[in-house]
C-alpha cells in the first residue's frame, strides 16, 4: 500500500508565504512525476505545479514567479514553496505522484488527502 501525507497548510496573510511537504510511502519501486493540485470551493481540481524525477518543472501560469516546486528523492518527498500568496490561492492543496509499487509494473496515480491553504487578512 502507498500513501502520501501532506502538511504545511495553514492560514497565512496576503503577501505571506508557506512551504507544503509530500510525503510518500509503502511498498513503492519508483516515483515518476510528482505534483500540487488544488481545489477551491465551487471550482474544478487544477494543477498548479508538477516535477518530473529528473527536476523538469512546468507551473500554472497563475503561480509562475511565485511558486517553486521541488523534491527529494532520496525521501520521496515534493515540496511547494508558496510566496507573495493572494487570497485566490486559498485551496485545499493535494499531492499526486505517479509511481509505481513493488507488486506491479504498471504506474499509477496516487493522491494525499488534502491540506488547506487560506490566504486572509
Known amino acids: 500500500q502507498v500513501q502520501l501525507v501532506e502538511s504545511g497548510g495553514d492560514l497565512v496573510q496576503p503577501g505571506g508565504s508557506l512551504r507544503l511537504s509530500c510525503a510518500a510511502s509503502?511498498?513503492?519501486?519508483?516515483?515518476?512525476?510528482m505534483g500540487w493540485y488544488r481545489q477551491a470551493p465551487g471550482k474544478q481540481r487544477e494543477l498548479v505545479a508538477a516535477i518530473t524525477r529528473g527536476g523538469r518543472t512546468n507551473y500554472a501560469d497563475s503561480v509562475k514567479g511565485r511558486f517553486t516546486i521541488s523534491r527529494d528523492n532520496g525521501k520521496n518527498t515534493v515540496y511547494l514553496q508558496m510566496n507573495s500568496l493572494k487570497p485566490e490561492d486559498t485551496a485545499v492543496y493535494y499531492c499526486?505522484?505517479?509511481?509505481?509499487?513493488?507488486?506491479?509494473?504498471?504506474?499509477?496515480?496516487?493522491w494525499g488527502q488534502g491540506t488547506q491553504v487560506t490566504v486572509s487578512s
Open positions: 509503502g511498498s513503492i519501486f519508483s516515483i515518476y512525476a
Open positions: 499526486n505522484a505517479d509511481l509505481r509499487t513493488a507488486a506491479t509494473t504498471a504506474r499509477n496515480d496516487y
